[in-house]
């Protein structure tokens, strides 16, 4: 069973969203629109942090993740640590576990690595790949992050910024905005009318066996400066208007000096004494 990105939860090509799907995301901007969509988010990115924002090459997050079911939250908050590498690309998530069930204790027992096109568990024992689901769920979210948005998609020469109007998110005025490609991929930002933060990021995307649209959702909130970036300690995961997870963070570090073996998956863990 997949720990790490359930609880984390950052697909093949198939299975990608297709704003061509949303009623919305086919009505063409106004200039005004795109200009002032294009304003706020370069307001949104200055608000982050700017520069120190943009050129993060790594981060470290410790703190404490919970599940939900069917709105219903799984026992216990397990600890973990999650360790992200820019370039080139690499993510490790470290869960404090035993034989599947959470409790306070300092070992390591499950680690799970994402490369650029698969995921694996990594345990004393070895390496092996993790359920095609689970990678797929996590590119999926990664494809879709605000990190590739701002990175990737607002590189692409025919994206398009719409601006959307106003509305409220968690008891906070909000400007929206969507990003849409040429590949008809969209995502929706929710910004913080006052500070122009990320509140919520949202996108869809259509089962490739069910063919049922479905929307995924990841919010933000309680902004803390770190290094003169500001970053949310408090995350919180929806499908289909049902949470599914939520993280709070402790501690974050930017920029330090991580291990290429961090990020390797036949590098094993060290078996407990």
């Known amino acids: ?19 061509s799907a949303i009623p919305s995301a086919q009505a063409a901007p106004s200039v005004e629109g795109a200009n002032h969509g294009r304003k706020l988010i370069d307001q949104m990115i200055t608000a982050l942090g700017g520069d120190a924002w943009l050129h993060r090459t790594n981060w470290e997050i410790q703190g404490r993740a919970a599940t939900f079911y069917k709105g219903q939250p799984h026992d216990g908050a397990p600890q973990f640590e999650e360790y992200y590498r820019a370039e080139p690309f690499g993510e490790r998530i470290n869960i404090i576990s ?6 306070d204790t300092d070992h390591k027992d499950i680690s799970e690595i994402f490369t650029a096109d698969n995921g694996y568990e990594i345990t004393f024992k070895g390496t092996q790949p993790l359920p095609a689901k689970d990678v797929e769920e996590y590119q999926r979210r990664h494809k879709h992050s605000l990190e590739t948005v701002v990175k990737e998609w607002l ?5 398009v910024i719409t601006y959307e109007g106003t509305s ?54 309680d902004y803390h400066q770190i290094q003169g970036i500001m970053t949310p300690f408090t995350i919180t995961k929806l499908h289909n208007g049902d949470m599914t997870g939520q993280r709070f963070v402790t501690k974050v570090t930017y920029n330090a000096t991580l291990s290429p073996d961090m990020f390797d998956p036949t590098h094993l863990l060290e078996k407990k004494k």
Not at 98 to 103: A, D, M, P, Q, T
Not at 192 to 214: A, C, I, M
């Open 1 to 19: 069973m997949v720990l790490g990105a359930a609880m984390l939860a950052g697909c093949g090509a198939s299975a990608y969203a297709q704003a």
């Open 168 to 221: 409220m998110v968690s008891r906070h005025l909000s400007d929206q905005i969507t990003v849409l490609t040429a590949s008809n991929d969209a995502v929706t930002l929710q910004l913080d009318e006052g500070t122009h933060l990320p509140l919520s990021l949202t996108f869809q995307w259509r089962d490739p066996v069910y063919k049922d649209l479905n929307t995924d959702v990841e919010q933000f909130d």
């Open 155 to 159: 590189q692409q020469p025919d994206v």
């Open 98 to 103: 035993r034989y599947g069930v959470f409790f």
